[in-house]
């Protein structure tokens, strides 16, 4: 830092090439990482909140989906990257599902949510980023797998490598993902309640709300009929949210609902947002399923008797939005952790309602 290094490392977040970009934005994750508050501030001023939101926001996946290529078009890029964000390949995952079939799991690059000790406040956690980052699995289970010949199964993996419109998605969403959790480190941790006002005044409360809620929200291709060559109209398709996205989505969520009263009284206005978040308490990947619970709990969280009444409010609102359903069908799920956090969602919830 003392060296100037922060200034460097911006200016090739800044760069036109995405791979630097992306290593850039995935440096300033690990720099905010347990930093003071003055050094986070620094970051997002030398990075600049108008390019912050340019980084997250920026999406080809609309054109890559719709292209009229012959190629079978997949849900979203699967990253394979190295711990400090080097080289990495990308693999679309309906492309390696039908190299692989449909039992078959593809090994990605994942996001390991330790808690830190140090921000641990009472019973609410602020969940962040490790600086190693942990393997998980995105289980392509319950799909139809595609028979295909060596030549073909080589052509898809070609496509997805050298098809620009993939590439740029897949470079799209590589650099979201960073740019979402350099936010879910910012926020989180010792002085997260200044960051939190730091991060609303530089961007805006309705657009970091109205960039979270995007984040969750599918999307539908072919919505206009576009079919491929000699082919009928496709119908349209509904496209989930890339599981990396949303668990960095999830847990700024989290880290929000942590912070002060005000904080959880603007978070709880958040009705579209906080429906999206619901409808994730099956999701497959089980972080996205605990950190439903741990929106409950830190949104249904007294810190005081001036916010008993408030939090009352936050949680009757939370069982108009069906998440005490949720969370009761949530204490069946098979990862123990999942289960212990609703047990606490649940019991904060009925204990404030009764």
């Known amino acids: 830092m003392d060296a100037g290094v922060l200034k ?14 992306l290593n850039a934005v995935w440096a300033l994750k690990h720099l905010v990482f ?3 508050n003055k050094v986070k501030v620094s970051c997002l001023e030398e990075l600049g909140p108008g390019w912050l939101i340019q980084l997250i926001c920026d999406d080809t996946e609309d054109t890559a989906l719709g292209a009229s290529d012959d190629s079978e078009e997949g849900e979203g890029a699967t990253e394979v990257s190295t711990d400090m964000g080097g080289s990495y390949m990308s693999i ?5 599902q039908e190299l692989f079939g449909a039992d078959d799991e593809v090994e990605q690059d994942g996001l390991n ?3 830190d000790g140090s921000s641990i406040t009472r019973s609410r956690v602020d969940y962040v980023l490790d600086e190693k980052d942990s393997e ?8 139809q797998a595609v028979p295909l010949t060596l030549n073909a199964r080589l052509a898809a993996l070609k496509d997805a490598e050298t098809n620009p419109l993939k590439r740029a998605r897949q470079d799209d969403i590589a650099v979201q993902e960073q740019g979402l959790d350099f936010i879910r480190n910012l926020i989180c941790g010792q002085g997260s309640t200044e960051m939190i006002d730091t991060l609303f005044k530089g961007l805006g409360e309705d657009r970091v709300f109205d960039i979270l809620a995007s984040k969750l929200r599918p999307r539908v291709v072919n919505a206009y009929g576009r079919g491929k060559r000699n082919s009928p109209a496709a119908e349209p398709r509904v496209i989930q949210p ?13 880290h929000i609902a942590a912070s002060k ?9 958040q009705t579209e947002l906080l429906k999206l978040l619901s409808s994730l308490s099956e999701h497959p990947n089980k972080n996205v399923r605990a950190a439903v619970a741990w929106s409950v709990i830190n949104l249904t969280w007294v810190d005081d008797e001036a916010d008993q009444i408030s939090c009352r409010k936050r949680a009757i609102e939370l069982g108009k939005l069906g998440f005490l359903a949720k969370l009761e069908k949530m204490e069946q799920d098979p990862e123990l952790d999942v289960r212990e956090r609703c047990k606490t969602a649940l019991y904060q919830m ?4 009764h």
């Open 242 to 254: 890339q599981v990396e996205i949303v668990v960095a989505v999830c847990f700024i969520v989290v």
């Open 261 to 269: 009263p005000q904080h959880r009284q603007l978070l709880i206005s």
């Open 8 to 21: 460097l490392i911006c200016e090739h977040a800044h760069s036109p090439n995405p791979k630097l970009r």
């Open 92 to 96: 679309d995952p309906e492309v390696s």
């Open 350 to 353: 009925k204990t404030i309602l």
């Open 113 to 115: 949510m330790a808690d």
């Open 34 to 36: 347990s930093a003071e």
């Open 136 to 143: 998980f699995k995105r289980s392509h289970r319950g799909r």
